[in-house]
């Protein structure tokens, strides 16, 4: 049963312009949310958070917005770079679990130049 | 730099045969994950640890798998016998185990092929 959900497996941007990743969640005791990016034969690395208690976070080009009551957060890059191509996993966790992520799917960004 | 390190990167092997793949987690990290990509899964989890004591382990197919922490700077899992369909990328993932909000570190993976 998959509780974190990314329903665009792909997703192809203008080099400049946003992209804009979706997720969307099940589990209502979810209240801390990630986002990885992930290239080839590389492992996920850790991009930016959330915590339930924000609905928005920002570091440089990424900013992550969290809206609880639809279960949905999304990621913006801005602008988008060619180095940004890769597989982006949405994860979330909730309080007291362990600190186990639940990962979406995944989606992949192509960035054109 | 401190890295999750993954051996081996890569392993081809026939059906039935046993599989070891081995993680050494981040120094002082006391939470070890192992996940598993496919196409159609995403990144499962299977197990994990905390403390060398694993804690959920509901993800793997208790019949051929097992992971285990020896100690503190290994983490193994083994699938016996291996099956076709356990072709994936397996990933060990660290974290410091201190709070709720902390990221993991995760390794570069094993890319397995059971053919």
């Known amino acids: 049963d998959q509780q974190v959900k990314q329903n665009s497996p792909s997703l192809s941007v203008q080099e400049g312009r946003i992209s804009i990743l979706n997720c969307d969640y099940t589990n209502s005791m979810f209240d801390y949310f990630l986002w990885y990016k992930k290239y080839p034969a590389e492992g996920p690395t850790f991009l930016i958070s959330i915590s339930s208690i924000k609905d928005k976070n920002e570091d440089g080009r990424f900013t992550v917005f969290l809206n609880k009551s639809a279960k949905h957060l999304s990621l913006h890059i801005v602008p988008s770079q060619p180095g940004d191509s890769a597989v982006y996993f949405c994860a979330a966790t909730p309080a007291n679990s362990g600190y186990a992520l639940n990962f979406g799917k995944g989606t992949s960004l192509l960035v054109t130049p | 730099d401190a890295r999750v390190t993954q051996t081996p990167r890569h392993k081809v092997t026939e059906m039935g045969q046993e599989v070891t793949m081995r993680c050494q987690p981040i120094?002082?990290?006391?939470?070890v994950f192992w996940y598993r990509q496919t196409m159609m899964q995403g990144l499962e989890l299977l197990a994990y640890f905390r403390n060398r004591a694993p804690l959920d382990d509901s993800g793997m197919p208790k019949d051929r798998f097992s992971a285990e922490m020896p100690d503190a700077t290994l983490a193994t899992l083994k699938i016996q016998p291996s099956e076709p369909r356990d072709s994936a990328v397996y990933f060990c993932a660290s974290g410091p185990g201190q709070s709720t909000n902390e990221k993991l570190f995760f390794g570069s993976g094993t890319q397995l092929s059971v053919l």
């Open positions: 120094l002082g990290h006391n939470t």
